[in-house]
């Protein structure tokens, strides 16, 4: 059984890019409006951000 691998999609890279850029952030500065909840759950918002990777990844069309 071999996976077909396919790039993610845009929209898919941009949102892990951002959710993985905000957790990044919220250890060095204060971030304003989800600041505080990122900075309280950082790891489940870093790993979320490599799952829509992975899913894009994975599934074709996202």
């Known amino acids: 059984m071999r996976l077909k691998l396919t790039p993610p999609g845009f929209p898919i890279f941009l949102l ?4 993985a850029g905000v957790a990044i952030a919220t250890l060095y ?3 304003p409006v989800v ?5 309280a759950h950082r790891f489940w918002v870093l790993a ?9 990844v994975l599934f ?3």
């Open 29 to 31: 500065t204060r971030v």
């Open 16 to 19: 892990s890019v951002i959710l």
């Open 35 to 39: 600041g505080h909840y990122v900075s």
């Open 48 to 56: 979320s951000a490599y799952a829509a990777l992975l899913a894009g």
């Open 60 to 62: 074709e069309g996202l």
